[in-house]
């Protein structure tokens, strides 16, 4: 996993197992890697990775059973994308609207584009 420098790495790595949940790679219920197998996977101190996790707990992503492992949550789609829309609207978002401004890039642009990237996606997955 490379890591970015405008980013704590707990978050990166909370983001990382966020983005699994809501590929399916990892399904809700489901036994994840204990905080040594991530550690040892992605390169990091397994505090971190002890961070990492306590941060998902916290938002009910994620739950420990004792002497068993930590779990996706029953409901752990539905509160990622919660959680990751919020993170985009109130990170992400801003910033695209100020370089949107500085380029004169107007919403309807912005559909055009999209518009077109899934006409692309959509023929390379056939």
């Known amino acids: 996993m490379e890591f970015r420098q405008n980013q704590a790495i707990y978050l990166q790595i909370a983001d990382h197992i966020s983005e699994r949940i809501l590929s399916g790679t990892w399904k809700e219920s489901e036994r994840i890697p204990s905080i040594r197998e991530m550690s040892e996977a992605i390169e990091v101190n397994p505090n971190t990775v002890m961070r990492s996790y306590g941060y998902l707990q916290d938002l009910g992503i994620i739950y420990n059973q004792r002497g068993i492992g930590y779990f996706a949550a029953e409901d752990a789609y539905a509160k990622t994308l ?38 692309v996606k959509s023929a390379h997955s056939n």
Do not use: G, V, W
Request: with cysteine; hydrophobic share 35%; net charge positive.
């Open 82 to 119: 919660e959680q990751k829309k919020r993170s985009f609207i109130r990170r992400e978002l801003p910033r695209i609207f100020r370089t949107m401004d500085l380029l004169h890039l107007t919403c309807e642009d912005l559909k055009i584009l999209y518009e077109e990237n899934a006409k």
